[in-house]
């Protein structure tokens, strides 16, 4: 009698079955990272745990777990898709996470990554001696923009339990996504989700904290996307020319948006020394995590020229200066410009 044909779900019985099978398929159809994994072997954890509803950093004790058929059709079907679709997986399972995290996205928003996340985390943002924030118990009003998913909105919520935090995205359907992920937080009488252009919705308000990660692609660098890239919304993506057009227009604005002893965070990719070259009195501090380095800075509102108001009874104030920002870029002559990564 001749042997039936193998198939995966057949032959495939266990998670260390399905681990290994998944691997040998990534690495054969040689996929691309960057949504919250870096390997073929980071990439089918993440979608076996995930799929299995197990916890996302705790492979080991269910390697020999032999899996029920439906478990494994599924599992099968998520990796084929992977594959054949070349979706980030992510967009697979609607689900993302920042650190432990949990965050429902689509193909409505990027895939959250910002070393954001991990920042505020760190002790830049723990308060006391050498913190930015010299008490996060302090911070009154924080504003997040191009929120898209809305996570950093959720954690700098949870990050600073006094803040009240403004939301902003120019896509509406963004908004939509962030709207599920701040209801589901816990955080959602403190998180207001605003539709418009950067600043322009928020009538002039100011904050102790901004929070960006705009888009910093560049021109070149957009149409050489890899097919996982390219399935994210070119719109939360694409930065200009050199990809910092939106990062120059935020550090111009910001001065009008910041309380006295706040603060700026933004991430923009690979391009410091551009920067660096059109703003150059502006002191910008890089904040580097474990897998980046040179790529999130740190203004404070006195290194951008935010003063005081006076306060000499019967003294009329002086006309504002022009900020160091402004300064900055008036001097910043026009150059060719290597294109922005993320």
């Known amino acids: 009698m001749a042997a039936s044909s193998s198939t995966p779900l057949r032959d495939l019985l266990t998670l260390r079955d399905l681990l290994r099978w998944a691997i040998s398929r990534f690495n054969a159809a040689k996929l691309v990272y960057g949504h919250g994994t870096t390997t073929a072997l980071d990439e089918a954890a993440f979608i076996i745990l995930e799929a299995l509803h197990l916890p996302i950093d705790q492979l080991e004790p269910f390697l020999d777990a032999r899996l029920l058929e439906d478990e494994r059709r599924r599992i099968i079907d998520l990796v084929e898709a992977r594959i054949s679709t070349r979706k980030p997986a992510s967009y697979l399972l609607n689900k993302a996470y920042v650190g432990s995290v949990p965050f429902y996205v689509d193909e409505r928003v990027i895939v959250p990554r910002s070393f954001i996340g991990e920042l505020l985390r760190s002790e830049h943002f723990a308060g006391g001696p050498g913190s930015l924030v010299k008490d996060p118990f302090a911070v009154r009003s924080v504003l997040d923009l191009c929120t898209g998913s809305g996570c950093l909105a959720v954690l700098a919520a949870k990050h600073f339990p006094a803040a009240e935090v403004d939301a902003v995205d120019l896509s509406e359907a ?6 599920i992920n701040v209801e589901a937080s816990g955080e ?29 692609v560049g021109e070149e660098v957009m149409g050489e996307l890899p097919p996982e890239f390219a399935a994210e919304p070119a719109m939360a993506l694409a930065g200009g020319g050199d990809g910092l057009d939106l990062v120059r227009s935020l550090i111009l604005a910001a001065p009008d948006h910041l309380e006295v002893g706040g603060g700026m965070i933004c991430e923009i990719g690979e391009d410091r020394e ?17 897998e980046s380095a040179g790529e999130v800075f740190w203004l404070s509102a006195a290194d951008l020229g935010v003063k005081p108001p006076p306060h000499a009874a019967g003294k009329t104030p002086a006309p504002r200066s022009r900020s160091k920002a402004r300064d900055a870029a008036s001097a910043a002559t026009s150059k060719a410009r290597r294109p922005a990564r993320r």
């Open 174 to 179: 963004a908004l939509e996504v962030a709207k």
């Open 188 to 216: 959602a009488e403190r998180i207001s989700l605003h539709h418009g252009d950067l600043f322009k919705p928020l009538k002039g308000r100011r904050y102790d904290l901004i929070i960006t990660n705009p888009p910093y």
């Open 274 to 290: 551009i920067l660096e070259s059109d703003f150059p009195d502006l002191p910008f501090l890089w904040l580097d995590t474990e």
